[in-house]
Structure formats: C-alpha cells, structure tokens
C-alpha cells in the first residue's frame, strides 16, 4: 500500500479532498492519511464538512489555528516536517492555494518526497493575491500536477512544467458535488427560510481585499443594499468578515434591512441548497465560480481578476467592479443561463487521478 498524505486546512479544501480520500480508499493500493493542519478550526468552518462529505476525523491534526499568514506557513512546515520524518509517506497530496498548500509541499520536498497539487495551473495574476503566491510556489516544486481545464495546462506549459506528470483531470469539487446533489436537492434550507426558488440572491465575501478595508467593505454593504431593493439577499458571513462588519458598524446597516437574511457560515449541502435555486450569486470566493457554472446559476465576482477564467468565458460567470453592480444586475436577473458542460467536469476526476497514480508509482 502507498501511504497518501491527503492535507486539509481550510473550508475549501474539503471537498476537494473528499473524493480523493473515498477513491484512495477504495483503490486497493492506496492508504489515505489525513492530515488537517487547523487553519479552519470552527465547528461550522471544518466539523460540519468533515462529517458531510463522509470523510474520518482527521488522522493527524495540528491545531494550528489563526494567525498571520507567515505564523501559519511557519507552523506548518515545522509540524509537517516533524510528521514527515515520522511517516515518511510515498505522496503528500496538497489541493487548491490555501497556506498549508504552499507549506505542505514545501516541507515534503525538503524532505525529497513527492508532492503532488491538485488544481494545478491557476493563475490570477495578481501577486497582491496571497493564493496567487501559494499558486506559484506550490506548482513550481510539485512533481505531480493536476489541472481542471485546458487553460491551466497552457499555463503550466508557459512556466516550462510540462511532462508525463502534468495532466489534465479535470475538476475534482464537481466530484463532490456530483456525489452529494442526491442530499442537496433533498435539503430543506430553501423551504425552512420560505425562499421560493429564483426569488433571492445568495452573497458571500471574504477576500482581505474586499473587507479588510472599511472603504472597501462600506461599498460591498451599499452593493448588497442595492440589491436587497430587487431581490432578497442571502449572507452566509465568514468569521473574517463578520468581524470586520461588527469593527466597523456596518453589520447594524445590513441587520436593519429586512431583505437581507444574514447567517452563520453554512455547511456544504446547506450552502449548495440555497446556491442552486438562487436567481444568481454574488460573491469573492474562488470555488463558488466553478460551482456556479456548473449549476447555471448566474455569477457576479466581486474581483479584478480570476484564476477561473473558463467560467467567465461560458458565460456564467462575470467580474464586476463594486461600483458596477447596480449597472449589471438588471442584465444578470433576466438572463437566462445554462448549466456549463466542460469536459472532464464530470464527477469522475478521483478515478483518473487514482489511474495516474498507479501509473506513476509503477504498479
Ligand atoms: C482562507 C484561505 C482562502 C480561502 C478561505 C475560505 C489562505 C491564504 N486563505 O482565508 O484562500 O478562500 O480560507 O474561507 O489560506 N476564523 C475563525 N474561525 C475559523 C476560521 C477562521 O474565526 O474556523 C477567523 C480567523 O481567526 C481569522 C479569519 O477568520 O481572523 C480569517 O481566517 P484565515 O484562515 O486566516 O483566512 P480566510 O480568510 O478564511
């Protein structure tokens, strides 16, 4: 058996290990490990996920915590290094562009272990981004690279990684989502909250671009008022965020208007429930344009750039300044969109990286 270290740290990294720790485990030849480095610690952030997706409680856990950014990165690799030297797995599997990404890989490596990255090749460009820096080092010293789109392996290709190792997989969050549409469709947070299908908009935020600054975060708030005046508006509020809303008595503007619908951070089939049968979305997060798209419901990005440009080509998804979304919104509500079909965004992604593998360790 070939030990995997599959690394977990953040919300969004779950499902995208999910899939690969339920195909690793049932291969016959792998031996997933699970190790959560604690950058995500809140029960409705992390727990609520871990039992959703049907995955164990981790089998090593560091309880890192919050902190700055380097504290994590720091933290990290000293107490992944130190399980490395202990376990000295055959792979250390690192998903998306989460600190514990770049600092998994980055301790493996020192170590000459193999690292692979799933989600390999996405590029913002905007090195302000600290994902984007989690991006490029990650891809820079892994030896395996998994890429959702044909847009990703080109730009792996422009950075020189290329080789029988570089490939096309395609999206592994759809795996999960393909897997769990069965209890989403069945959820009932849309009928508990009387939310009639296509009748709100679903908003989440939380990039330190949007609201860590109080000029900034007063404009998204104006935005979601705006918007509260067509349709009601659904908040999900990460715990970054609540705190800044609350520093800055924004959170009283948004508590006082009775179309917006402010909530604690939901779990996956919660969260997905309201996404699908949402009029559209708006949002900061990276994942949620993927999932968007595949579910047609229209996207309004609250960012300069993404690393998911293939949604924004199908059209399901639009960048949009915080002074443009009243511009926008009408053309967002009555337009119709389609779910995106893209190749290999099939719910089959673990499979050909369980294929891969066996390939890759010559079994
Ligand atoms: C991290 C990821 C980001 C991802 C996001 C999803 C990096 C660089 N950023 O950002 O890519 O989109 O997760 O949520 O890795 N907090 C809690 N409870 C928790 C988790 C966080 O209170 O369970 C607080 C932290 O203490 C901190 C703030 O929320 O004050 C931000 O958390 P942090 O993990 O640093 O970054 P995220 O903004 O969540």
């Given at each position: 058996m070939k030990i995997i270290h599959l690394i977990t740290a953040a919300r969004p990294n779950m499902m995208k290990i999910a899939p690969l720790w339920h195909a690793f485990n049932q291969s016959g030849f792998l031996k997933p490990v699970l190790v959560h480095t604690g950058q995500h610690y809140d029960a409705n952030m992390s727990d609520i996920f871990l039992q959703q997706l049907g995955l164990p409680v981790p089998d090593v856990q560091f309880n890192v915590g919050g902190g700055s950014h380097n504290f994590q990165h720091a933290k990290v690799i000293e107490k992944y290094d130190a399980l490395c030297e202990e376990q000295s797995p055959d792979l250390t599997l690192v998903v998306g562009d989460v600190n514990a990404t770049a600092s998994c890989a980055l301790a493996a490596k020192k170590r000459l272990l193999p690292v692979a990255h799933m989600e390999a090749g996405l590029r913002s460009f905007d090195r302000t981004m600290p994902e984007e820096i989690n991006r490029l080092v990650t891809d820079s010293i892994a030896d395996i690279h998994w890429a959702p789109s044909p847009i990703e392996m080109e730009l792996l290709a422009r950075e020189n990684i290329r080789g029988p190792h570089v490939r096309m997989v395609g999206n592994i969050m759809i795996d999960a989502l393909v897997k769990m549409l069965p209890a989403i469709e069945a959820d009932a947070t849309c009928q508990s909250m009387s939310l009639a299908k296509g009748s709100f908009a679903v908003a989440t935020m939380h990039r330190p671009v949007n609201v860590d600054d109080e000029t900034q975060l007063g404009k998204i708030v104006d935005a979601l008022l705006w918007m509260a005046k067509e349709l009601k508006v659904v908040f999900p509020v990460h715990p970054r965020t609540?705190?800044?809303?609350?520093?800055?008595?924004?959170?009283?503007?948004?508590?006082?208007?009775?179309?917006?619908?402010?909530?604690?951070?939901?779990?996956?089939?919660?969260?997905?429930?309201?996404?699908?049968?949402?009029?559209?979305v708006v949002t900061d997060s990276g994942g949620i344009q993927e999932e968007t798209s595949y579910l047609g419901v229209p996207c309004l990005t609250l960012r300069e750039s993404t690393e998911r440009p293939v949604t924004v080509s199908l059209g399901t998804n639009q960048?949009?300044?915080?002074?443009?979304?009243?511009?926008?919104?009408?053309?967002?509500?009555?337009?119709?969109?389609?779910?995106?079909?893209?190749?290999?965004?099939?719910?089959?992604?673990?499979?050909?990286v369980c294929e891969h593998l066996k390939e890759f360790f010559g079994l």
């Open positions: 609540r705190q800044k809303l609350q520093a800055t008595k924004l959170l009283d503007k948004l508590e006082k208007n009775s179309n917006i619908h402010l909530l604690e951070p939901l779990g996956y089939v919660q969260f997905i429930n309201l996404v699908m049968n949402a009029r559209c960048l949009v300044k915080l002074d443009d979304v009243q511009k926008v919104l009408p053309g967002v509500l009555s337009a119709q969109t389609k779910p995106a079909n893209i190749p290999l965004w099939d719910g089959k992604t673990a499979g050909r």
